[in-house]
Nanobody
Framework: QVNFVETGGGSVQPGRSLTLACSAS?????????MAWYRQAPGKERELVVR???????HYLDAVRGRFHASRDDTRNILHLHMENLKPEDTAVYYC????????WGQGTQVTVSS
């Protein structure tokens, strides 16, 4: 099975930036044509933030388009999510997984945006 570990979260003020990383083990990312970043805010369902296809094409949630930039490095089995101009509504636990997702999910990394 593939396992994901997300890192890089933190607490920041609105307008600041963060870069998240996701490392995969147990399987190569080459086996997944579509990877994605998801997030789950308190009291809300998990949502897909960005889909990253194996040839580099990305599809972003409208709310983050232009502020978030995702990439994948299949040779290193790593994904990154660079987030700029963060807003309080970006506060959530962020996860990476394939699209469609499979179990198990990783622990996620908490991003808190607050003044």
């Amino acid at each position: 099975q593939v396992n994901f570990v997300e890192t890089g979260g933190g607490s920041v003020q609105p307008g600041r930036s963060l870069t998240l990383a996701c490392s995969a083990s147990g399987s190569s990312l080459i086996n997944f044509s579509a990877m994605a970043w998801y997030r789950q805010a308190p009291g809300k369902e998990r949502e897909l933030v960005v889909r990253v296809l194996d040839w580099g094409k990305t599809h972003y949630l409208d709310a983050v388009r232009g502020r978030f930039h995702a990439s994948r490095d299949d040779t290193r089995n790593i994904l990154h999510l660079h987030m700029e101009n963060l807003k309080p509504e970006d506060t959530a636990v962020y996860y990476c997984n394939s699209d469609p997702p499979r179990t198990p999910w990783g622990q996620g990394t908490q991003v808190t945006v607050s003044s």
